[in-house]
């Protein structure tokens, strides 16, 4: 080797390092100084172990002196060098200092290493005893070893850091949040009123329900709240909202359930007239039989608009269209037909097969109120004949000679039979209502005396769809009449309840 290399590791101050590692050196590289591990400065005169005896990890590192200097060796070549190299810096080079006058080696005085946790010492070289000597050479000595510590970061110590000072304050007032902030409450109800609106204003984005099976519960909320404000029936032809449109909306588009009458059909006279002395509930069982086959008049199809105004329980204005049929219910041809009286349960049987219901009295109030066609009531003998047959033709004679041929709605001819809140009370009975007066007031307040199957000639049967129109838009008549919102405007007692409902329409 070249030169002469003592290694001080930083990273294991506990390995021994031999006292001989001049030993290994050429013999041309001069005298190396004595090594010097301590904790503590080299004039304090601790006696230290010896390199040999390796403390445990507990204990605190001690210092080492190395054995007497060794001989001293021919003066090495400017070249050479005393290399101290630490982990993860560069190795420097020492500048080699000029020999005393002595000839004598200088020694080296202790240098600190400063480690975290750790001090190791790195012997500097010093003078050699007569300072005074050989000052030139203590000066360049001690600059080369100022030198070597500020290259080789010999001297470095480890600041304390206080851990309080690591944490940052990410959340500070002024610093804006990094996740996005929730949706405000106002703004679920703004975008669903928006939808709804989008909806509405293009139907055609969304498939529509067909107009028989719109329920109003999916389109307005039905609170609890005061009764409604009676509606005011418009009067007939009034030229109101509905007086024209109405009938567009009614006609014969809601009548499709009806069948159409066959050309080999019986005429009212021929049929009642084959009966016999049948009645009761055979003669209503014959009679909707041949209902249901379209033995009707056609005049029937064409259902007429009957329109209520008023307020809503909510206190907002509403305007309720139901479609009736334009006389009662009637077997035969336009030219030769009977209305024909039933029971509640033949009457429910044959709405509900034609999609109708029966009405409610302020409904047949609203109808008389509205009629193009206004007869005034024709009773007869009363008595147990008055469920015959014959007086059920002798009746419809009476009421076509006063229509006089006469067309359109017509009302004040019979008693209806309708749906009445009571009905829920009186299990099995029919309830009966009408037959207005001129001045417009009824002959029968609703009754329910008689049994369901009761009927006589007194009686008519007035069918109205199950499709009704509120504010211009079709929904079922029966969500109407349950609605605490709408009822009222259809039935002076309010909603009416679930079995009354599906009693006047199976």
Known sequence: MSASHAVVSALFPRQAISATLAANQPATARAVPDIILSSTPADS???V??????????????????????????????EDEIVISTKSVT????????????????????????????????????????EAA???????????????????????TTP?????????????????ATRPQPRPEIAAPVLAEAEASFAETIPGIRPQPRPEATRVAALLAQPSAPAATVAEPVPARSG???????????????ARAMPRRSGGAAGGAAFFAALGNLSGTDRDARVIQELARGNMPNFLRR?????????????????????????????????????VPLGLPAAARIAGQFDMTLPTPRMVDAIYAQADVHLSPAPMQAGPQMSSTAYFLRHNATIQGQLGGRGGLVAGQK????????????????????????????????????????????HGIRLVSKTAYLNGRPVSLDELLGSSRYASLLNSEGPLPGPVIRTASR
Not at 54 to 77: G, T
Not at 240 to 254: A, I, P, V, W
Not at 327 to 333: N, R, W
């Open 240 to 254: 109101g909202l509905f007086s024209g449109g109405g009938s567009r909306n009614c006609g014969t588009t809601l």
């Open 134 to 156: 050989q000052p030139e050479a203590y000066a360049a000595l001690a600059a080369a070893d100022a030198e070597a510590r500020h290259g080789a970061t010999l001297g470095f």
């Open 160 to 176: 304390e850091v206080a851990l309080d000072s690591m944490t940052t304050a990410y959340a500070a007032p002024d610093m804006p």
């Open 91 to 130: 190795d420097i080079a020492l500048p080699q200092a000029p020999e005393a006058s002595g000839g004598t080696a200088p020694d080296m005085a202790m240098a600190e290493i400063a480690m975290p946790g750790r001090a190791l010492a790195a012997p500097p070289m010093r003078p050699a005893m007569d």
């Open 49 to 78: 172990a010896p390199l040999d005896a390796v403390p445990s990890p507990a204990e605190p590192v001690m210092a080492a002196r190395a054995p007497a200097a060794l001989p001293e060796a021919a003066p090495a070549d400017p």
């Open 45 to 47: 005169g601790i006696e």
């Open 303 to 339: 259902l007429e608009p009957v329109t209520f105004r008023g307020q809503d329980a909510r206190g907002a204005d509403a305007e309720i269209v139901i479609c009736v049929t334009p006389d009662y219910l009637a077997l035969g041809s336009d030219s030769d037909f009977v209305r």
């Open 415 to 458: 008693k209806d039979v309708v749906m009445a809140s009571r009905m829920a009370s009186a299990p099995g009975r029919v309830a009966i209502y009408g037959w207005h007066r001129s001045g417009g007031s009824p002959i029968q307040p609703v009754s329910t005396v008689h049994g369901a199957n009761y009927a006589d000639y007194s």
